[in-house]
């Protein structure tokens, strides 16, 4: 059994009759009463997010995870299939599981966590940041905008993801995984 001092991002634990992942926790000591932490938890089976607070002191159920380096091979209906990096193991998944499955393309590496008890895998951590390149967008205008305008890109995954107006068909761009946005140019 685990504390609240134990939480950190990334924690799975056994709450209500599932299995969460800690995104998000923040330990308050408010000035008057008594400390707690408040978290944001995402159900590994269904991909629900919650609120939620502990108070200090609170016993939680850490569930055993294991990380492995997974390669994401193909998409077939609603499977992913992801092969392991070390023993050429492969395993499929729902779309459920993943966060951001519009932005995986194939060949990418992943951290998939897998529970200790059963082996069975619990959820897909993209890396932070995804290279893709833009298969369509509208050509920017000069001279129309304020500032900071955008314009909606499909990438070569599919997904759609505002750009400034200076990018273009063919270029490559970095994404953040986390939110689906757009972080930066790659330069060649």
């Known amino acids: ?23 998000e926790f923040l330990h308050v000591k408010p000035g ?3 400390a707690f932490v408040r978290t944001k938890l995402k159900s590994v089976t269904t991909g629900k997010v919650i609120d939620n607070t502990f108070s200090a002191g609170h016993k939680i159920e850490e569930v055993r995870v294991e990380t492995h380096k997974y390669q994401f091979l193909y ?42 008890e059963d082996n069975l895998p619990l959820s897909v951590d993209m890396p932070p940041h995804v290279v893709l390149e833009v298969t369509q967008t509208e050509p920017g205008l000069k001279g129309n905008t304020a500032t900071n305008a955008t314009k909606p890109a499909t990438v070569e995954t599919g997904a759609e993801v505002n750009v400034p107006l200076f990018i273009n068909e063919g270029d490559k761009i970095k994404v953040e995984t986390e939110k689906g946005t757009y972080k930066e140019r790659i330069k060649e």
């Not at 059994?1 to 599932?18: K, V, W």
């Open 75 to 116: 998409q077939d209906g609603e499977f992913y299939h992801f092969m392991n990096v070390e023993d050429y193991t492969q395993i499929r998944l729902l779309e459920a599981a993943l966060d951001m499955p519009n932005l995986l393309k194939e060949g990418e590496v992943v951290t998939i966590l897998i529970n200790t």
């Open 1 to 23: 059994m685990a504390t609240t001092s134990d939480i950190r991002n990334g924690l799975c634990i056994r709450y209500n009759h599932d299995i969460f992942k800690v995104t």
């Open 32 to 34: 008057k009463g008594p």
